[in-house]
């Protein structure tokens, strides 16, 4: 059961039968190096990638060319994905998508000022090329402040890190009996609240507890104006969560983690999301949700997606950090309250493609779950595939899936503090 629907792509790909030829533009010429061509006064910044290319038809031997930062051409030679993985070429998959960010190399959303390129510039050495800045449940005073920091970033894409592409509001519509490592100012929710938030900076995604007062019928006209809703931080029924669904909402937030459990009398929001759900988050840093579970969910959703869930932690050694009011502790791998409760992550994606791969999903469907299915759950078909048009944001790694280049809009991002 869907409420978002993917965005066509048929339209862009082309496949040529010529043997086992697949080419979706003719590359430019100039081989692997970076040129700048000029016409008139016009300037061109052009260059080729070689190596095995995880198209949407599969992976190929061959190119792609990258031209003002768009794919300009696809093209080469079918192959096997074992054939790939067993070659000592490049992998040359879509650049990562991560819907719910909340921090990274010590800064937190929350923070305002420049926290959030930070984050971006952290998260993009780790082969996210696009995110979601990722608020707190906090007083309104707090979250506009955070927002206001957050809109220069939404709107203009700073070398280096990642494009922010917009806010995914985790919270204060939330449950205050399900705030996870949320802090505790948890409230109903009010159209006219979002949308002065909405003003401020761009919000693409609002999590929200279904079962609170008046919740459930704002979820038909937030959608119709245009936000995703997901159902998240919740002890709501399994009525209540197929009733959200039912209204327009279009995921789950950190599916398992934060929502009434699965039982088979009680199957909880857990077990909505089973049943109906198209697309929802998960964490696979292999802590916050075991591996069996995991898959139970890839079996029962089309288009599970993975999400860091990352905080201020990530990508820094064990220590306490922020997280909006909260202090966190990272130790051994994970992050927590001083309570011991679970609070956000410390995983980047290149981990999470690589946690996949482990469990024994194949490349192209690990790569589909850190970056195609999120692009579809938001509606944009410019990333998240590798198709002439769309933005230039790639991975190249090594046999052992070791990032070696993140590309974002076409320009390498530096890679040397990873």
Do not use: W
Request: aromatic share 4%.
């Amino acid at each position: 059961m869907s409420a978002a629907r993917p965005p066509e792509g048929g339209s862009h790909r082309s496949r040529q039968a010529k043997g086992s030829l697949i080419s979706a533009a003719r590359p430019p010429e100039g081989g692997s190096h970076r040129s700048r061509q000029a016409k008139g006064s016009l300037m061109s910044d052009a260059r080729q990638l070689s190596g095995n290319v995880l198209t949407p038809q599969g992976f190929i031997r061959g190119t792609v060319s990258i031209v003002d930062g768009r794919i300009a051409g696809v093209a080469g030679q079918a192959i096997a994905e074992a054939d790939a993985r067993a070659s000592a070429e490049p992998l040359i998959l879509p650049g990562f998508i991560d819907l719910h960010v909340h921090g990274g190399g010590g800064f937190d959303t929350m923070e305002g000022g420049h926290a959030v390129a930070e984050i971006a510039r952290v998260h993009a050495r780790h082969g996210t090329t696009s995110m979601l800045a990722t608020t707190m449940t906090a007083p309104m005073v707090d979250i506009s402040r955070a927002m206001a920091a957050l809109a220069e970033a939404c709107r203009t894409h700073r070398r280096g890190g990642a494009h922010v592409m917009g806010v995914h509001l985790e919270g204060p519509y939330i449950n205050p009996g399900a705030l996870g490592a949320q802090p505790d100012f948890a409230r109903p929710a009010a159209v006219d609240e979002i949308k002065a938030l909405h003003a401020i900076a761009p919000i693409r995604l609002i999590t929200m507890a279904p079962e609170l007062p008046g919740n459930l019928d704002l979820i038909a006209p937030l959608r119709a104006a245009g936000f995703h809703v997901q159902v998240g931080h919740t002890a709501g029924t399994y009525e209540d969560g197929v009733a959200a669904l039912q209204r327009g909402a279009t995921g789950f937030t950190h599916l398992f983690n934060a929502m009434s459990k699965f039982h088979h009398r009680a199957p909880g929001i857990a077990g909505a999301a089973l049943a109906h759900a198209q697309f929802a988050e998960i964490i696979p840093d292999l802590l916050h949700v075991h591996p069996g579970a995991i898959r139970a969910a890839l079996r029962a959703i089309p288009c599970l997606y993975c999400v860091t869930d990352s905080t201020a932690a990530a990508g820094m050694p064990d220590g306490d950090y922020n997280l909006g009011s909260h202090r966190v502790t990272k130790c051994l791998g994970g992050v927590r309250l001083a309570d011991g409760t679970l609070a956000g992550s410390t995983l980047t994606m290149d981990q999470a493609l690589r946690n996949l791969v482990g469990m024994g999903l194949a490349l192209d469907d690990a790569s589909r779950r850190v970056s195609t299915n999120a692009a579809d759950f938001l509606g944009l078909a410019d990333r998240g595939r590798l198709l002439v048009g769309a933005r230039a944001d790639l991975v190249v790694l090594d046999p052992d899936l070791q990032l070696t280049e993140v590309i974002v809009e076409g320009e390498s991002i530096d890679l040397t503090d990873v």
